[in-house]
């Protein structure tokens, strides 16, 4: 008789291994900014990225929110904020920032970034205040333009004949820049689920 061939040992498939890069911190490298074209999966704001859980951005970095809850706000320099509900209660902070994080609205850290929140997930950030002083070198909108690149959209604000400022809208990065015509700055980036960030 005829020896047997040995029977085949299956051999496990390689495994494959997920490589994730790291995202890109923004408010440490806010000159991927610039770019006209941007992954908006590859970053993150504070340490948050697009589809976080609302009720995943840091609590104790926010200072204010706006949420369907919200019926009245007071507030103003010396006194700190007070939200009231369509029956007039008065609201805890904590109440403001769990409604917001959960269904739609915004979060505010005191330095001057937002997130929008819709059905529960981060879907954009706002940048403002003293981070913007990154592009302060830029000393007019034609020098915004020759740093960022030729908007696909661009609008003038005017408000009572007067010029206020430009908003610039780069669909490739959902990012729009506005441009303050009295200060000549950059007064606003945001990123994401915004008005016009996407195109027509």
């Not at 408010?27 to 999966?41: C, I």
Request: glycine content about 12%; aromatic content about 12%.
């Amino acid at each position: 008789m005829g020896a047997h061939p040995a029977p085949r040992r299956s051999v496990p498939a390689p495994q494959r291994r997920a490589w994730t890069l790291p995202m890109i911190e923004v408010l440490d490298n806010l000159d991927v900014l610039y770019q006209p074209h941007l992954d908006l999966t590859t970053i993150e704001v504070g340490g948050v990225a697009l589809g976080t859980p609302g009720t995943g951005v840091p609590r104790e970095s926010l200072v204010e929110a706006q949420s369907p809850l919200v019926a009245r706000y007071r507030g103003g320099t010396d006194l700190g904020g007070e939200y009231y509900d369509a029956d007039g209660r008065r609201l805890t902070l904590d109440e403001v920032f769990d409604d917001a994080a959960r269904s739609d609205g915004f979060l505010y850290r005191a330095d001057k970034v937002s997130y929008k929140v819709r059905a529960g997930a981060v879907v954009g950030f706002a940048i403002y205040g003293p981070h913007l002083s990154h592009f302060a070198h830029l000393a007019s909108y034609e020098e915004l333009l020759a740093a960022f690149g030729t908007p696909d959209r661009a609008c003038e604000d005017e408000a009572y004949g007067d010029l206020m400022g430009y908003d610039a809208y780069y669909w490739g990065a959902r990012k729009h820049v506005r441009w303050d015509a009295w200060d000549d700055r950059v007064s606003l980036i945001n990123l994401g689920a915004f008005e016009g960030n996407a195109g027509p």
